[in-house]
């Protein structure tokens, strides 16, 4: 008897007797690691059948059969039209409220089938009693792996059809119309009793309640609807849908995201969730987060951020980073480091908006000198690092990190010696300018652009004033090989201003709070009486960095041959990735050298230089040099 035939056999008699009859686990599994898409559709078809007409008589571990029926259903090929051809019909339902994990994953893998097709969907949408009862497993499910694969279900129902359609304009007053009105967003957004169990479920008025999840289980439940906003993010859920249920639950017109955000949450006596609150704020500040976003953004707004301003949660999650002396420790220590990167989404995705609010602006710079001015050479070099601050100060626009009439900059409090990875790594940042793409997006028009393109320029060249051993200090860090980390930072700046997007300064004097030099001002303010280097390129071949840089790219890579044992395991390995990293910057500095020679017809001997470097590759021949690398004492 071959496989088939012994499987087909075999769920016949346990069929016929569920009770006394025991499932072969073992025989289950080994015709699931053998079926394959090549098994023939008509045998697929019987095994299913079969299967299905076992569960429901099943009266012991159903996994071996439930994970049989999601291996036979996986191939595109096997339709929600052929799912609802079964025999007996899916109990749905039943599946989607069993107590057992298995059945649930099986029942979700089956209504996946309906997320691939809107006609699908919409046949699922004519069931209220599946959607609901799937919208109550994926909130309510103590099984992680289940509420996961609910989630994806629900997605996909609720976004096939709608990827990718977006508006193009912004207004923070006037919403364009929604574009979702499948037949699944109504089943979920205009259906009294759909609709309202999600707030019945994320509500803590009910917790604890007969027949009601705990006040732990319900912000579990939040927490899971918060991460689906954010993909779902359009204004079918910014917008008031059913009135009767909404004002139950203390809302007013901003539907189920105004009860997210401003109602569901008690923030106040729950930090974890207001943790996770804040991070779902900077979440839909981001461009693009949601697969059916129907408003526009640009670096001015978008209905994200009106939205959050509108109900006063901007205000209310920068201010724990901002004005701290508001908030007691118990909450920054907890806060804070979310604030920040609230802020730095913030700053980053709408820098306009940013620089034109000067209480925001001004607090920011305020915020960072306060956090910068206490950290002594001895907490650097411990790696003792304010993160989260330097997370905002890489993020700020580079037009707001120039220094004003009365006092410098917060960029201007971080030093290359000692070498800090964190340091050095906002360094890169800041110099390297905006990415090149970044106009593509929609986020930066070209005149911003250019504004910081050259506040970029302006301020390497102004630090560089201040910190004319910055490049020594580089190469010092690129060859302690024994900081690992400081050392690759120490070549990502480098790399940073070998490839940077930077632009020249006017030529008239600007005016305004976030101004930029002219050109001949920026030569003064450096003591230059030529005009600066135009690009990361020339920057590098000008003093001081010539004489650091060029020579340390060229030399052969440190190693650790010479030490007992021949230096294996970690060291090697460390050298090996600086080495690597030195390399790659070499190369990039080749192609910025062809690209210059063919423009201008100058620096060919350094190119001939570079070529005699690289053909060496990474380690450079050193391998029998050992003994050429700088270490510390730890």
Excluded at 199 to 224: F, M, N, W
Excluded at 547 to 553: G, Q
Aim: glycine letters at 6%; one cysteine or more; aromatic letters at 8%.
């Amino acid at each position: 008897m071959d496989l088939l035939s012994e499987i087909q056999s075999h769920l016949v008699e346990v069929t016929l007797d569920p009770a006394g009859k025991v499932l072969n686990a073992g025989l289950l599994e080994k015709f699931d690691g053998q079926v394959t898409e090549a098994i023939l559709e008509a045998d697929r078809d019987t095994i299913i059948h079969q299967l299905a007409q076992l569960l429901p008589s099943l009266q012991q571990d159903p996994s071996p059969a439930t994970a049989l029926i999601e291996t036979l259903i996986r191939p595109a090929s096997y339709t929600f039209t052929r799912i609802l051809d079964i025999q007996p019909p899916v109990d749905f339902v039943a599946g989607l409220k069993a107590l057992l994990p298995s059945i649930n994953f099986v029942t979700l893998s089956l209504l996946e089938k309906a997320g691939f097709k809107s006609s699908d969907a919409g046949i699922v949408a004519g069931k209220p009693e599946v959607v609901a009862a799937l919208i109550e497993l994926w909130l309510s499910t103590p099984t992680t792996a289940v509420a996961l694969k609910a989630h994806q279900v629900l997605l996909a129902l609720l976004t096939v059809g709608e990827k990718g359609r977006k508006l193009n304009t912004v207004s923070s007053t006037d919403y364009p119309e929604f574009h979702g009105q499948s037949l699944m967003w109504r089943r979920v957004f205009r259906d009294k009793d759909v609709y309202g169990s999600i707030y019945r479920i994320c509500s803590l008025s009910t917790a604890g309640r007969d027949g009601q999840l705990s006040k732990r289980d319900k912000t579990v439940a939040q927490a899971r609807l918060l991460d689906l906003f954010v993909k779902i993010d359009c204004d079918s859920i910014r917008h008031q849908q059913l009135a009767e249920v909404e004002s139950h639950y203390g809302v007013k017109n901003g539907g189920l995201m105004e009860f997210a955000a401003l109602k569901m949450v008690d923030y106040e006596n729950d930090v974890l969730m207001h943790m996770t609150l804040i991070d779902f704020f900077a979440e839909i500040l981001k461009p693009d987060h949601s697969i059916v976003q129907t408003f526009g953004i640009s670096n001015h707004t978008s209905s994200s951020l009106a939205f959050l301003i509108q109900i006063g949660l901007h205000a209310r999650t920068l201010s724990y980073y901002l004005d701290v002396s508001k908030h007691s420790s118990l909450d920054l220590t907890y806060l804070y480091s979310h604030s920040a990167n609230y802020l730095a989404t913030y700053c980053s995705s709408y820098p306009h908006h940013f620089l034109s609010d000067r209480s925001v602006s001004g607090r920011t710079i305020d915020r960072l000198y306060d956090s910068l001015k206490d950290m002594t050479a001895g907490r650097w070099a411990q790696g003792l690092t304010p993160k989260h601050d330097l997370h905002v100060l890489a993020s700020l626009p580079r037009v707001a990190l120039l220094p004003r009439m009365t006092q410098g900059s917060p960029l201007f409090m971080l030093n290359a010696n000692p070498p800090n990875e964190d340091a050095l790594n906002t360094l890169a940042a800041v110099f390297k300018g905006p990415r090149v793409q970044e106009s593509s997006l929609g986020q930066i028009d070209s005149d911003e652009e250019h504004q910081e393109r050259s506040a970029a320029r302006t301020l390497y060249w102004l630090y560089l004033d201040q910190y004319s051993n910055l490049w020594q200090d580089v190469v010092k860090a690129g060859e302690t090989v024994a900081l690992k980390n400081a050392a690759l930072a120490s070549i990502g700046l480098i790399d940073a201003v070998v490839n940077a997007n930077w632009a020249t300064l006017p030529s008239d004097p600007d005016e305004g709070l976030y101004s930029l030099p002219t050109e001949k001002q920026l030569a003064e303010n450096c003591y230059s009486s030529q005009p600066l280097p135009a690009s990361g390129l020339l920057a590098m071949l000008a003093p001081p960095a010539l004489e650091a840089v060029l020579p340390y790219l060229l030399r052969p890579a440190q190693t650790f041959s010479n030490l007992v044992g021949g230096g294996k395991g970690d060291v090697e390995s460390a050298a090996y990735r600086v080495a690597t990293a030195k390399f790659d910057v070499l190369v990039s500095l080749k192609s910025k050298l062809q690209k210059y020679v063919q423009e201008t017809g100058q620096l060919n001997e350094v190119i001939e230089v570079v070529d005699k470097r690289l053909a060496l590759g990474p380690m450079g021949g050193s391998s029998d040099a050992g003994g050429r690398i700088g270490t510390l004492e730890l």
